[in-house]
């Protein structure tokens, strides 16, 4: 084969390449999502009835960084303090019809601690604090048990204080802007969700 054409073979195989790779690429699940749709849920946004009531409500334009940062602290080390005990805790299972999902609550006399609930596309570990939602993990099924290049799990990350959701993460560990429309319908639909099941788990 001459110069010329073993030259016009290669460039054939690197476009090749390219396209081979790009079309890899469409197929697969984009971590950094505007808004994913499984962080909404009509069956929940338009009942009255899920909304907490008298919610305190926290300025974040008034949290300062020192504060911001041991308010972060404190939820963290109040869901780690739960999955130390969670083996201490009573729990019972379900399928809840209302939301579609499985479910399984972690709680101790009225007190509710966590929990887990799932559906064929996302899976919610969420954690409470005298019973009020302190921090969420949001894993989407394709990214269940998966790992990020920094040894941490892949999911939406949420933490709240006092009804309010101080700060939020995406699925690349990225800051959600508090300002931003994606930042009020995480909130909105968390706050609801994690209020729902502690109708559902205090029911007899």
């Known amino acids: 084969m001459s110069k010329r054409g073993k030259l016009i073979t290669l460039i054939l195989l690197v476009i090749a390449m390219i396209v081979i790779s790009f079309l890899v690429l469409l197929g697969l699940p984009q971590k950094n999502i505007e808004e ?44 780690i303090h739960v999955e130390s005990e969670i083996g201490t805790l009573e729990s019972k299972s379900w399928y809840d019809e209302y939301m ?23 899976n919610f570990e969420i954690y409470y604090w005298d019973n ?5 993990l949001a894993v989407p ?31 690349d560990g990225n800051s959600v802007d508090p300002k931003s429309a994606d930042f009020k ?16 788990n205090n029911k007899p």
């Open 141 to 171: 099924t394709e990214y269940k048990d998966q790992k990020n290049e920094n040894g941490e799990i892949i999911g939406y990350r949420m933490f709240f204080v006092e009804n309010t959701m101080i700060a939020s993460m995406d699925l």
């Open 100 to 122: 579609e999902m499985q479910v399984k609550s972690y709680y101790k006399e009225d007190n509710l601690y966590k929990i887990y609930a799932y559906d064929k596309s996302m």
């Open 185 to 200: 319908t995480m909130e909105d639909f968390a706050l609801r969700l994690s209020y729902y099941f502690t109708l559902i």
């Open 132 to 136: 009020k939602v302190t921090f969420i």
């Open 36 to 79: 994913d749709y499984r962080l909404t849920n009509e069956a929940i946004s338009k009942q009255e009835e899920f909304e907490l009531p008298n919610q305190k409500k926290l300025n974040l334009d008034d949290i300062d960084n020192e504060t911001f940062e041991r308010y972060i602290d404190e939820t963290t080390n109040s869901f």
